[in-house]
């Protein structure tokens, strides 16, 4: 079945720099891809939706990018803020989207 | 306003007890998931279901049964609750092909203690 690999599992980074994730998946057919913010104690929150057509996908503050080829999904979020500080998960599903499937997530750390 | 309400929020249950933990959605959603969420592990589906009616194992589904017996109610079951079965379970709606087009959204947890 279809395996999820998230990294890195926990990252640092100054105020107004960028923080960078990748997943990487095994099923060729993967169709639909997410991301997730969880912020502490709380629940999962959906940042994007990115279709297996859309290789570049804008957001508020953050990019995520899809690399069929290599079986990437990565998420930049530019100039992040402590506000950012929070757990991520990306998560992948074929066309059907009946199983929906998670990286093991990154918790992100702002600095002041 | 798209909803997935768990019940209960909290609970704590005795080895070889019973356990039965709820989700409802009010957002007329095909797919409904239970995952559970545990420090270095992340999210792992445990089942999930397209519809009223089915029930379809996940990537762990050992101990577990799951209940769709509507569109809106998905339940799942600890028949025999262990100690390892101590986790934080999230219910999930979603419906990424509809008309719609939502991806999973999620309840607020339910935080279960076995012991």
């Known amino acids: 079945g279809e395996q999820v690999e998230q990294r890195p599992p926990h990252l640092s980074v100054r105020e107004g720099d960028s923080a960078f994730i990748t997943c990487t998946y095994t099923d060729p057919n993967s169709y639909y891809f997410f991301w997730y913010k969880q912020e502490p104690g709380a629940s999962l929150q959906l940042l994007m939706k990115v279709f297996s057509s859309t290789e570049i996908n804008e957001g508020q503050g953050f990019t995520v990018l899809l690399n069929k080829k290599d079986k990437r999904l990565s998420l930049n979020l530019t100039a992040a803020h402590p506000g950012d500080s929070a757990a991520y998960f990306c998560?992948?599903?074929?066309?059907?989207?009946?199983?929906?499937?998670f990286g093991k997530g990154t918790h992100l750390h702002v600095l002041p | 306003e798209a909803a997935v309400t768990q019940s209960p929020r909290n609970k704590v249950a005795v080895t070889g007890g019973k356990v039965t933990l709820s989700c409802n959605q009010t957002n007329n959603h095909n797919n409904m998931y239970w995952y559970r969420q545990d420090t270095g592990h992340g999210l792992r589906l445990i089942h999930y279901s397209y519809g009223a009616g089915s029930t379809e194992k996940g990537d762990i589904p050992d101990g577990y049964k799951a209940s769709r017996p509507s569109q809106e109610n998905f339940s799942l079951i600890l028949e025999l609750a262990t100690p390892s079965q101590t986790s934080v379970y999230f219910c999930?709606?979603?419906?990424?092909?509809?008309?719609?087009?939502?991806?999973?959204?999620f309840g607020e947890g339910t935080r279960l203690s076995v012991l």
């Open positions: 998560a992948v599903s074929d066309t059907n989207a009946y199983k929906v499937i």
């Open positions: 999930a709606s979603g419906d990424a092909t509809g008309w719609n087009n939502q991806a999973p959204l």
